[in-house]
C-alpha cells in the first residue's frame, strides 16, 4: 500500500476544475508521466506559482467543490505524476472523488471550520501531513505543533486504496 502524505500544498480557493488541475489541452499526451509539468498551470491565485510550489509536496488542502468540471481521470493522474496522493477538502465534485479512488488515491472530505483551522495553523509553515490508512487518522505537524484529525473511508473507498486502485481491486476480486 502507498504511503499517504508528505508536504502540504494549501489552495486557499473553492471551486477549483479540473481545466485548472490539468489543461485540456494537454489531453492528448501518451503517458500519465507526461502531465507531470502542466500540472495547475492554468490555476490563479495569489502568491501561487505552479512552477516552484508543487515540487515536493505530497498532499493539498484546499476548500469546497475541487475537481469540479469534466469528468476526465487525467486530473488525478496529474496529481499523482507529481507525487501528489491525498487531496483534503470541505468536499469533492463527485466524479472527480471516484477517480481518485480509482487511481488508489485519497480524496478526504473535512467539515469547514476544520479546513479553516488547517489553514490557519499550518499554511504557511511548512506543515507535512501523514495519514494512518488503518486507524482513519491525518496527523498535521510544523514547528513542533501537531494536529491529529479522523477522517471516514467507508468499506469500498478502504478496499480501493488498500489494493492500490480499482484495477488492482478488480485483478485480485474479479
Known amino acids: 500500500m502507498k ?4 508536504s502540504v500544498l494549501f489552495l486557499d480557493r473553492g471551486d477549483i476544475n479540473t481545466d485548472e488541475i490539468i489543461p485540456a489541452k494537454y489531453l492528448n499526451e501518451s503517458s500519465k508521466e507526461a502531465l507531470a509539468p502542466y500540472l495547475l498551470e492554468d490555476l490563479k491565485l ?3 506559482n505552479p512552477k516552484k510550489d508543487i515540487k515536493g509536496m505530497g498532499a493539498i488542502v484546499t476548500r469546497s467543490n475541487f475537481g469540479c468540471g469534466s469528468s476526465r481521470e487525467h486530473a488525478p493522474w496529474a496529481l499523482e505524476v507529481n507525487g501528489i ?18 487511481c488508489g488515491m485519497l ?10 483551522a488547517l489553514f490557519k495553523e499550518f499554511a504557511h509553515s511548512g506543515a507535512r501531513l501523514s ?4 486507524k482513519s ?15 471516514t473511508l467507508d468499506g469500498f473507498e478502504r478496499a480501493l486504496i488498500e489494493s492500490g486502485g480499482w484495477v ?3 485483478g485480485e476480486h474479479y
Open 3 to 6: 504511503t499517504f502524505g508528505g
Open 46 to 48: 495569489e502568491n501561487f
Open 85 to 102: 496522493n491525498i487531496v483534503i477538502a470541505e468536499n469533492f465534485a463527485r466524479i472527480f472523488r471516484q477517480n481518485m479512488y480509482n
Open 107 to 116: 480524496a478526504v472530505e473535512l467539515e469547514s471550520p476544520v479546513i479553516d
Open 131 to 134: 495519514a494512518d490508512i488503518k
Open 137 to 151: 487518522l491525518l496527523t498535521f505537524s510544523s514547528g513542533g505543533k501537531e494536529r491529529i484529525i479522523p477522517f
Open 168 to 170: 488492482e481491486y478488480a
